[in-house]
T-cell receptor, first 112, second 112 residues
Framework: SQTIHQWPATLVQPVGSPLSLECTVE??????LYWYRQAAGRGLQLLFY??????ISSEVPQNLSASRPQDRQFILSSKKLLLSDSGFYLC???????????FGSGTRLTVV | GENVEQHPSTLSVQEGDSAVIKCTYS??????FPWYKQELGKRPQLIID?????GEKKDQRIAVTLNKTAKHFSLHITETQPEDSAVYFC???????????FGTGTRLQVTL
């Protein structure tokens, strides 16, 4: 069966520090991968999505970046965090959108 | 691109009553409409979905209806229980594109 792993679960980082969040998927090949951010009490904002290794599409201009170095690995990064980067970050995967997404357990990031 | 609007943003019902959440979409090419439930601090989880070749789908106390002509779809929860309290998101997938566009969410509270 397919599983998705996301870590860390919580993170407190100072303003200006770097960020690296990792997501891996098991049990499937060539998944579509997504990074979403959810501000407190708000909806799901799509940040990046990838349909294959090295293929990254950015939905929102910001100081974040994403990379997909391996088929089932998706990384969200920042060189310098801002206070506004605080939120709940969710990784998700799908084979096709028509089969729905499966979300990871999320990373709660607080920038202080 | 696709735009999904969701109403209401908050909904309070008494235990045992029904709850209805409505969404509209803009892209007539959309053909897949999932609903996700997100409990506090948890990841969103798929609870039901519908494809454009059917008008209604039921799963126990949950049903989803789709009106392609009007481009709207709705989630119906009958005999609500306290454990139904959560945020519900609708979403739409436009044709063969790999992305889901999410609504802004509805916070459902079921009171005793």
């Amino acid at each position: 069966s397919q599983t998705i792993h996301q870590w860390p679960a919580t993170l407190v980082q100072p303003v200006g520090s770097p960020l690296s969040l990792e997501c891996t998927v098991e049990g499937t090949s060539n998944p579509n991968l997504y990074w979403y951010r959810q501000a407190a009490g708000r909806g799901l904002q799509l940040l990046f999505y990838s349909v294959g290794i090295g293929q990254i599409s950015s939905e929102v201009p910001q100081n974040l970046s994403a990379s997909r170095p391996q088929d089932r690995q998706f990384i969200l990064s920042s060189k310098k965090l801002l206070l506004s980067d605080s939120g709940f970050y969710l990784c998700a995967w799908s084979v096709w959108a028509e089969h729905g997404y499966t979300f990871g357990s999320g990373t709660r990031l607080t920038v202080v | 691109g696709e735009n999904v609007e969701q109403h209401p943003s908050t909904l309070s019902v008494q235990e045992g009553d029904s709850a209805v959440i409505k969404c509209t979409y803009s892209d007539s090419a959309s053909n897949y409409f999932p609903w996700y439930k997100q409990e506090l601090g948890k990841r969103p989880q798929l609870i039901i979905d519908i494809r454009s070749n059917v008008g209604e789908k039921k799963d126990q106390r949950i049903a989803v209806t789709l009106n392609k002509t009007a481009k709207h779809f709705s989630l119906h929860i009958t005999e609500t229980q306290p454990e139904d309290s959560a945020v519900y998101f609708c979403a739409a997938s436009p044709g063969t594109a790999s992305k889901l566009t999410f609504g802004t969410g509805t916070r459902l509270q079921v009171t005793l």
